[in-house]
């Protein structure tokens, strides 16, 4: 899933948008990234990326983090029928976690 998440565009914008900040200060604060597209929109839509640290070794690490819910008033019948067991406590939420290594520089 890591190596999904770092060749999706909407990630490499996301490194893209903050590359000058994580160089400055070797972190940044929590984050939320909007995944747009196929999989990972539906996978990790309205994510965060935490605890980005920049390390002496210009090793880039972080974590994607996406609570597993089924957000109300969906319309398909399986979001729909997630909704329920998720109203009447039959399926519970979860997060989904991803850690990212890239070599940098």
């Known amino acids: ?15 893209r948008d903050n590359i000058y900040e994580i160089k400055k200060n070797r972190t940044i604060p929590n984050k939320k990234i909007e995944f747009t597209q196929g999989d990972m929109y539906n996978v990790l839509h309205g994510a965060m990326v935490k605890d980005v640290k920049l390390h002496d070794d210009n090793t880039l690490t972080m974590r994607i983090e996406d609570l597993y819910n089924f ?7 399986r979001g729909q029928i997630g ?4 109203n009447t406590g039959e399926l519970e939420n979860y997060y989904i976690i991803i850690k990212i290594k890239i070599k940098m520089f």
């Open 1 to 15: 899933m890591a190596h999904a998440v770092m060749n999706d565009l909407d990630f490499i914008a996301f490194l």
């Open 71 to 77: 957000n109300p008033n969906r319309t398909s019948a």
């Open 83 to 86: 909704e329920r067991l998720q």
